[in-house]
Nanobody, 115 residues
Framework: QVQLVESGGGLVQPGGSLRLSCAAS????????MGWYRQAPGKERELVAR???????NYADSVKGRFAISRDKAKNTVYLQMNSLTPEDTAVYYC?????????WGQGTQVTVSS
């Protein structure tokens, strides 16, 4: 079974940047896509970005032009570069690896944007 380990979260000032990483280990066969969700207090979980195998990345409207998702298939790692951060980006960010029958999830990493 695949395990996903996230890193890179933390506290950053508005306008700053962070880069999240998510490394898959174990039986990382059959991955169809990888991506990131986030959940802020009092809000529903939302899809931030995803990148399918052989496809083009897509993003939530709220992060277009500011966030960039990338994937290193050789390292089984997906990244989320976050720029021009605002307090509204504060959330727990969860990476996932998609399979035909479901998803594996990372443990979550806290991103706090505050002055």
């Amino acid at each position: 079974q695949v395990q996903l380990v996230e890193s890179g979260g933390g506290l950053v000032q508005p306008g700053g940047s962070l880069r999240l990483s998510c490394a898959a280990s174990g039986s990382a066969f059959g991955i169809t896509d990888m991506g990131w969700y986030r959940q802020a207090p009092g809000k529903e979980r939302e899809l931030v970005a995803r990148i399918p195998n052989g496809g083009t990345a897509n993003y939530a409207d709220s992060v277009k032009g500011r966030f960039a998702i990338s994937r290193d298939k050789a390292k089984n790692t997906v990244y989320l570069q976050m720029n021009s951060l605002t307090p509204e980006d504060t959330a727990v960010y969860y990476c996932y690896a998609g399979f035909v029958i479901g998803r594996a999830w990372g443990q979550g990493t806290q991103v706090t944007v505050s002055s």
